[in-house]
C-alpha cells in the first residue's frame, strides 16, 4: 500500500518534447490576418478623416503604448518573479521573455511618434510651437501652455526627447538580452549551481526593477504627460508602471490557458499556480484603483485651478461616458469577480477576467491620450478621425502578438533547471 502511493506521488513527468504545441503557428496566422485587416481599414479611415492624419499619428501612440507596456512591463515582471522565487514564477517565466525579445518590433513603433509625432510636431504642441511667444500672440496657444513650454524648456525638447529615449530603449535592450541569455545558459547547465543562478538573476533583477521603474516615470511624462505640457503628477509613473503589470499578467495568463490545452502546460500549469496568478491579478487591480482613486480624490478635494482641468476634460462633453467605462471595466468588474476563489481555479472564466483587464488597458490609454488635444478636450466626437482609435491600436497590436507567438516557439515552455519544477509536477494535494 506504501509502494501504491509512493508511485501515485510521482506519476506526473514532463513530456520530452518541451516546445509549444503547432497550433500556436495557426494563432501567428490569424493574429497576421487581422492585422493586415484593421491595416486596410485604418488607412482608409486616415484619408477619409481629412484631418491631415492627425488621428491616425494619436492612435499610433495608443498602440505603442499597448506594446511596449507587453514588452518592457513583461521584463519588469520577469524580474519581479526572480525576485519574489515563487513557483508561478516558473509557469509564466517563458510567456514573458517571448515578450521581452518583441523590443525590436516595439522600437520600430516608437520611430513615428518620435520622427512624426515628435520631430514634425504633429502630436506634442510643446515642439509644434517650439516659438511660444510667437504662438501665444497668435492665439495659437493660450497663457497657461505658453507659461509650460517657456518653464519646462530645459526637459521638453527634441535632444531631451530623442536622447531619454534612445537611451531607455538601449538598457532595457541590454537587460533583456542577458535576462533571456543567462536562462538559456541556466538550463543548459549540466550540473546546475542553484545557489549560483539564483545570486544571479536576483542580483540583476534587484537593481533593473528600480532602475526601470525610474526609467517609465521619464518616458511616461516625455511620451505621454508631455501631451499636456501644463500637466504634471508626482504618481503618474507609478499608475504606468502598476498599469503595466496588469496588463501583461492578463496577457500572460490567456497565453497559459490556451497553451494548457496541450503538453508540457498541460501537465505543468496546475490548479495551485494559477490560482495563485489570479491572486496577483487581484492585488494588482487593488493596487491600481488605489493609486487612480488616491490620485483624483486628493485633486480633486484640492479644487486647484491649475489641476483639476486635466480631469475635467476627461469628464465633460460626452467624455464621462468614457470615464464611466473604464471605471466598469478597469476596477469594477476585475474587482468583484476575482473575489470569488473559485473564479480563480476555473480556466474558462479566469480567461474572461484577463481579457476584460486586456480591454480595460486599452479603453484606459485611449482616455489618457486623446482629451489631451484641443480638438477633442471636453469635446468627444464621433468622426472618422476617431474610429482610428479601433483601427490602429488593433493592427499593431496583431503583428506583435504574431511576433510575440513567433518568440514563444523558439524555446521550450518550461525551465527545466529550476528549483521549483520538482513541486510544479507533483500532484495537487491541497489549493492556497
Not at 491595416?39 to 511596449?68: E, K, N, P, Q, T
Not at 517657456?150 to 531631451?160: V, Y
Request: charged residues 15%; glycine residues 6%; contains cysteine.
Amino acid at each position: 500500500m506504501a509502494n501504491h502511493s509512493f508511485s501515485e506521488h510521482h506519476t506526473k513527468s514532463l513530456p520530452a518534447d518541451l516546445s509549444a504545441p503547432a497550433f500556436v503557428d495557426r494563432w501567428r496566422s490569424r493574429a497576421l490576418v487581422i492585422g493586415c485587416i484593421f491595416s486596410v481599414l485604418a488607412i482608409i479611415l486616415g484619408f477619409l478623416s481629412g484631418d491631415h492624419w492627425d488621428h491616425f499619428l494619436r492612435a499610433w501612440l495608443h498602440g505603442f503604448m499597448l506594446c511596449f507596456g507587453f514588452c518592457c512591463g513583461g521584463m519588469c515582471l520577469l524580474m519581479v518573479q526572480y525576485l519574489s522565487g515563487g513557483k508561478w514564477g516558473l509557469i509564466i517565466r517563458r510567456p514573458l521573455e517571448a515578450m521581452t525579445r518583441t523590443l525590436p518590433l516595439v522600437f520600430l513603433y516608437f520611430l513615428p511618434v518620435g520622427i512624426l509625432g515628435m520631430s514634425f510636431g504633429k502630436i506634442y504642441i510643446w515642439n509644434q510651437y517650439a516659438d511660444w511667444a510667437t504662438a501665444l500672440r497668435e492665439h495659437l496657444i493660450t497663457n497657461e501652455e505658453a507659461h509650460a513650454i517657456h518653464f519646462k524648456h530645459a526637459i521638453l525638447n527634441p535632444w531631451g526627447f530623442w536622447g531619454t529615449s534612445l537611451f531607455v530603449f538601449f538598457i532595457i535592450g541590454t537587460y533583456i538580452f542577458f535576462l533571456n541569455r543567462w536562462s538559456l545558459q541556466r538550463d543548459a547547465d549540466s550540473a546546475p549551481n542553484v545557489k549560483y543562478w539564483q545570486t544571479k538573476f536576483e542580483n540583476i533583477s534587484g537593481f533593473g526593477v528600480l532602475f526601470y521603474s525610474i526609467m517609465l516615470f521619464i518616458v511616461a511624462i516625455y511620451w505621454i504627460m508631455s501631451l499636456d505640457p501644463t500637466w504634471y503628477s508626482t504618481v503618474y509613473g507609478f499608475q504606468f508602471l502598476v498599469g503595466q503589470a496588469y496588463g501583461v499578467l492578463g496577457l500572460a495568463i490567456l497565453t497559459l490557458i490556451a497553451l494548457s490545452k496541450a503538453e508540457p502546460i498541460k501537465t505543468a500549469f496546475r490548479v495551485t499556480e494559477q490560482h495563485d496568478m489570479g491572486k496577483l491579478c487581484f492585488a494588482f487591480v487593488m493596487l491600481n484603483m488605489y493609486l487612480a482613486f488616491g490620485a483624483f480624490l486628493i485633486i480633486w478635494s484640492g479644487n486647484s485651478p491649475e489641476e483639476i482641468p486635466w480631469y475635467l476634460d476627461r469628464i465633460r462633453g460626452n467624455w464621462g461616458v468614457i470615464a464611466t467605462l473604464d471605471f466598469v471595466f478597469h476596477w469594477l468588474l476585475p474587482f468583484t469577480l476575482l473575489l470569488s476563489s473559485d473564479l480563480k481555479r476555473i480556466k474558462s472564466r479566469l480567461a474572461v477576467v484577463c481579457c476584460i483587464m486586456i480591454f480595460a488597458r486599452y479603453l484606459d490609454m485611449f482616455w489618457l491620450i486623446e482629451p489631451n488635444f484641443r480638438d477633442a478636450a471636453r469635446n468627444l466626437h464621433w468622426s472618422f478621425g476617431i474610429f482610428e482609435y479601433a483601427t490602429v491600436p488593433v493592427a499593431l497590436i496583431s503583428f506583435w502578438m504574431a511576433y510575440y507567438f513567433t518568440q514563444l516557439k523558439r524555446r521550450p515552455l518550461v525551465a527545466t533547471n529550476d528549483p521549483h519544477l520538482a513541486e510544479i509536477l507533483e500532484p495537487e494535494h491541497a489549493h492556497a
